[in-house]
């Protein structure tokens, strides 16, 4: 089997799609991180592994700019099993609308529930890597279904807000 | 978003961040507190229940969707379940993609596994190569003897029996009758 998304994920597989067990881990980290660190050792967690293991693709978004980005996730939502995202691609910015979240929906249907700050992660990490590239990103809804936007300086997006960003149901 | 697809990527990566933040002790907590305890719970629950039986249907299950290539052979008799790894999804996938941030990924099977299978009533003989290829053995703990001989429960299916068992740049940690990460003899 081939590389399913050439160019556009800086790490591949040969499988076209991940294994979705593995988003009760990632849960499952944030727990742990939470409870041995707290909320501010996850956010620098977050934001090293944005700035640190995701740096080969802040670099193809700030080489390549929001053409880079809108390739990226769409690459990234194809290798993510049960999603539903559409992107859309704006002259000053880039909008995912995920209708699906592929996580919260296999955690749900497992029985497994998400730390309340689950989709703050998004925000956190994300934030970390926009502007390692050069770019501002914001975050509205949470829990199954939200609008990330990754934009331009010169957007000008209005400053994130935190009640925009909803805790996950416990 | 974190995705699944390339999980064995920040999997690894947090690894080695745990390691500068807290050390070795926080990196084994994570295994055992985290991945044992929390997000491989499915896991333990069919494993104490069913035992052996219990490890066919949770491997068989989640290799099926890590490796669907099969690279790797399951083997398993009354007393003994055996997995032979010959391309590990998990750490091929680091190989592939260059990845290092850690000392010694391969440690975290021994790290989760190794306290379930204590708390489950079993034990662990196990070597690995760290080229992606690598054997257990899982038996009722307090059985005698040491590493089953080449070849005596998978057949032809012995990763031993690699033509790369033991290629440049292989180096093996083995573990005998084990449960604890850092009970490995180079």
Request: proline share 7%; hydrophobic share 35%.
């Given at each position: 089997m081939t590389n399913p998304t050439p160019g556009s994920l800086p790490y591949t597989d040969t499988k076209p799609v991940g294994s979705a067990d593995f988003y009760f881990a990632i849960n499952s980290t944030f727990r742990f991180i939470l409870g041995r660190l707290g909320r501010n050792g996850w956010i620098r967690y977050l934001t090293d592994l944005g700035t640190g293991y995701y740096a080969p693709v802040n670099t193809q978004w700030q080489q390549g700019g929001l053409p880079a980005v809108a390739a990226y996730w769409r690459a990234f939502f194809a290798a993510e099993p049960g999603g539903e995202v559409e992107i859309k691609e704006l002259p000053d910015r880039v909008e995912l609308?995920?209708?699906?979240?592929p996580l919260i929906k296999h955690l749900r249907a497992h029985g497994r529930v998400p730390v309340k700050e689950f989709c703050q992660h998004c925000y956190h990490l994300g934030t970390a890597r926009a502007g390692a590239a050069g770019l501002t990103m914001r975050l509205c809804g949470g829990d199954g279904s939200c609008v990330h936007t990754f934009a331009l300086p010169?957007?000008?997006?209005?400053?994130?807000?935190?009640?925009?960003i909803k805790e996950n149901l416990q | 978003m974190i995705g699944c697809y390339d999980f064995c990527g920040h999997y690894e990566w947090t690894f080695g961040w745990f390691e500068r933040v807290g050390g070795h002790p926080l990196v084994r907590a994570y295994w055992d507190e985290?991945?044992?305890?929390?997000?491989?719970s499915h896991a333990r629950d069919l494993i104490k229940a069913d035992g052996i039986p219990g490890m066919l249907k949770y491997w068989g299950h989640t290799l099926l969707e890590e490796s669907p290539d099969l690279g790797f052979h399951i083997s398993h008799r009354e007393d003994v379940f055996r997995i032979d790894f010959h391309q590990c999804p998990s750490r091929g996938f680091l190989l592939r993609n260059d990845l290092k941030n850690y000392s010694d990924y391969c440690d975290h099977c021994m790290g989760w596994t190794g306290p379930m299978m204590k708390e489950c009533g079993f034990q662990i003989d196990h070597e690995h190569n760290h080229r992606g290829q690598c054997w257990w053995e899982i038996r009722p703990?307090?059985?005698?003897?040491g590493h089953a001989p080449v070849?005596?429960?998978?057949?032809?299916?012995?990763?031993?029996?690699?033509?790369?068992?033991?290629?440049?740049?292989a180096k093996l940690d083995r573990y005998t009758k084990a449960n604890d990460p850092d009970d490995k003899t180079p």
């Amino acid at each position: 089997m081939t590389n399913p998304t050439p160019g556009s994920l800086p790490y591949t597989d040969t499988k076209p799609v991940g294994s979705a067990d593995f988003y009760f881990a990632i849960n499952s980290t944030f727990r742990f991180i939470l409870g041995r660190l707290g909320r501010n050792g996850w956010i620098r967690y977050l934001t090293d592994l944005g700035t640190g293991y995701y740096a080969p693709v802040n670099t193809q978004w700030q080489q390549g700019g929001l053409p880079a980005v809108a390739a990226y996730w769409r690459a990234f939502f194809a290798a993510e099993p049960g999603g539903e995202v559409e992107i859309k691609e704006l002259p000053d910015r880039v909008e995912l609308h995920v209708k699906v979240c592929p996580l919260i929906k296999h955690l749900r249907a497992h029985g497994r529930v998400p730390v309340k700050e689950f989709c703050q992660h998004c925000y956190h990490l994300g934030t970390a890597r926009a502007g390692a590239a050069g770019l501002t990103m914001r975050l509205c809804g949470g829990d199954g279904s939200c609008v990330h936007t990754f934009a331009l300086p010169a957007a000008q997006l209005p400053a994130q807000d935190r009640n925009q960003i909803k805790e996950n149901l416990q | 978003m974190i995705g699944c697809y390339d999980f064995c990527g920040h999997y690894e990566w947090t690894f080695g961040w745990f390691e500068r933040v807290g050390g070795h002790p926080l990196v084994r907590a994570y295994w055992d507190e985290a991945i044992n305890l929390d997000s491989q719970s499915h896991a333990r629950d069919l494993i104490k229940a069913d035992g052996i039986p219990g490890m066919l249907k949770y491997w068989g299950h989640t290799l099926l969707e890590e490796s669907p290539d099969l690279g790797f052979h399951i083997s398993h008799r009354e007393d003994v379940f055996r997995i032979d790894f010959h391309q590990c999804p998990s750490r091929g996938f680091l190989l592939r993609n260059d990845l290092k941030n850690y000392s010694d990924y391969c440690d975290h099977c021994m790290g989760w596994t190794g306290p379930m299978m204590k708390e489950c009533g079993f034990q662990i003989d196990h070597e690995h190569n760290h080229r992606g290829q690598c054997w257990w053995e899982i038996r009722p703990a307090g059985t005698p003897g040491g590493h089953a001989p080449v070849g005596s429960v998978s057949g032809d299916k012995d990763a031993r029996l690699l033509p790369n068992w033991l290629a440049p740049g292989a180096k093996l940690d083995r573990y005998t009758k084990a449960n604890d990460p850092d009970d490995k003899t180079p």
